[in-house]
């Protein structure tokens, strides 16, 4: 692919990702003009390749807004009906909170997003493709099987975001997806089918299984397990609507860890230590920020936190949904991470206080912006089965699950006794309440196919220009970036609907 372009360099002592915008196919060769494969001799090279692509996850790109997958998060739930800003504060995200940047060919967004993943595709193949032969004695199925993880995670991001929904009834998917890139060619890619794309991330995910799942111990939570592999599959038979694969595999998620401890439920009190440390007992894979990798403005906590005095917080205190908010049971843990009368959390020096302000994210040092980011946590696997189970109509089961994750968030919550589309309704409402804020919201409500309401809440109408998206609506899909384009004959013609 043309100008979204990616290159491996490499020093004495680490190997990191580079990326770059250049008028030339996908260059494929390191900066130091040592082709690939040379690259990938040793394990070790491959390994440090592996730590870059964890590393990518929160790192800077370009512009201040562009944190690696954090701030992905953010703008998905901007996109949402449960993410509120409060005020002007810096602007940050507010385009894509109006719905305009994921639609526009050349705004900075669509660039980055698509950029960001196959940067990773790209890099991920690298390992893939050559690690069968390197030397050295780091292990190569552990290598391999998170490179395929991430190169399924990376396809399976962008076909949720620059394709037409997945629909089980629809079988075969033949509306256009995304290019599948398994090799990183000079020469450019067409788009190929929603249901390709998804045979083809299936396939990867099944190879990581069979690789990860005689890995002996992952060495931290920000690397893939077997587990995590499996949780990157339960959320895509959950997107496909394949009830029975996304409730299995959920299930063997949050359990069978070998060597590590299975993540248990957080308890009240560290629920509300600020969700910024991957040791938490139930997170199963994060990103960890040292102290010393000092992420300034472009950080996930320099938007969202409570505690940290950017601009952008000082002025636009992020909030929940007051009706969301509303619907949470005094009893409940999770009710007191919003702040309805602004009057219970001090906020940074020269701060706004606004009602239902967030405080579920806070810096450990108000010094400093880093964090660590949750990029899966055991309630959502739990989720997932409720999910699953009530969809196929499996009442009694679904119930159990949603009732083993919601008795701990509140001790004085009643197992459900609702059935069909109530149970659903149920499990939907828990989902949003205990996934807000970690970039699920779009993504739920295209996969579900139900319209955007933000109507008769406390949005404001300086962000919140658009109140109601209908389902299907051709909004519902990002715009492939115009540099891509115009730059790959492959895609040319191949533009989403613009209106």
């Not at 940047?101 to 980055?112: A, D, E, G, K, Q």
């Not at 496909?240 to 009190?269: F, H």
């Not at 659903?424 to 779009?442: K, N, P, T, Y």
Request: net charge positive; glycine share 6%.
């Amino acid at each position: 692919m043309k100008r979204i372009y990616y290159k491996i360099a490499i020093s004495f002592t680490v190997l990191i990702m580079l990326g770059a915008c250049k008028k030339d196919y996908l260059n494929t060769y390191p900066t130091n003009g040592v082709a690939q494969a040379s690259a990938f001799t040793t394990t070790s090279n491959a390994l440090m390749a592996l730590n870059g692509i964890h590393r990518s996850l929160y790192t800077q790109y370009s512009n201040q807004d562009e944190g690696g997958q954090s701030t992905i998060a953010i703008d998905l739930d901007c996109l949402g009906e449960d993410y509120v800003f409060t005020g002007l504060g810096s602007s940050w995200f507010k385009a894509t909170s109006q719905w305009t940047s994921h639609r526009n060919v050349n705004s900075s967004l669509v660039y980055y997003v698509y950029r960001f993943y196959y940067k990773i595709i790209a890099n991920a193949n690298m390992i893939i493709n050559n690690i069968d032969g390197a030397t050295g004695t780091d292990d190569k199925k552990n290598i391999k099987g998170q490179a395929l993880a991430y190169r399924a995670w990376a396809h399976f991001n962008l076909v949720q975001l620059f394709a037409k929904r997945y629909s089980a009834a629809g079988k075969p998917n033949t509306q256009m997806g995304v290019p599948i890139m398994l090799t990183n060619v000079t020469t450019g890619i067409g788009r190929s089918s929603v249901e390709d794309v998804y045979t083809q991330i299936n396939a990867d995910l099944d190879a990581s299984i069979g690789l990860l799942g005689s890995v002996a111990k992952r060495s931290n939570r920000s690397q893939i397990s077997v587990n995590v592999a499996q949780g990157i599959k339960a959320r895509v038979a959950l997107t496909q609507q394949d009830w029975a694969n996304a409730s299995k595999y959920a299930i063997l998620a949050r359990s069978g860890y070998v060597n590590e401890t299975a993540p248990v439920l957080m308890t009240a009190a560290d629920y509300q230590k600020g969700f910024n440390d991957y040791k938490n007992s139930e997170w199963m894979w994060g990103s960890h920020v040292q102290a010393d990798q000092t992420q300034y403005f472009y950080s996930f906590f320099a938007y969202i936190s409570e505690n940290y005095g950017s601009s952008d917080i000082k002025g636009n205190p992020k909030a929940i949904n007051s009706l969301l908010y509303n619907t949470i049971s005094a009893t409940d843990v999770r009710n007191k991470l919003w702040d309805p009368t602004a009057t219970l959390y001090t906020p940074p020096a020269s701060g706004s206080r606004m009602p239902y302000m967030n405080i579920k994210f806070l810096v450990p040092d108000i010094t400093l912006s880093c964090g660590d980011f949750p990029l899966m946590r055991a309630s959502e696997m739990y989720l997932i089965e409720a999910e699953a189970k009530a969809q196929s109509g499996d009442n009694a089961g679904a119930a159990t699950a949603l009732y083993t994750m919601a008795v701990v968030r509140d001790p004085s919550y009643v197992k459900s006794v609702k059935t069909g589309q109530a149970l659903i309704d149920e499990i939907l409402l828990q989902r949003r309440v205990e996934l807000w804020g970690e970039g699920f919201r779009f993504l739920d409500l295209k996969r579900l196919n139900v319209a955007l309401n933000r109507n008769g809440a406390n949005h404001i109408s300086t962000y919140a220009v658009i109140y109601d998206v209908a389902p299907g609506d051709v909004k519902w899909q990002f715009l492939i970036p115009q540099t891509e384009i115009n730059a790959n004959p492959a895609i040319a013609g191949q533009q989403n609907p613009l209106q």
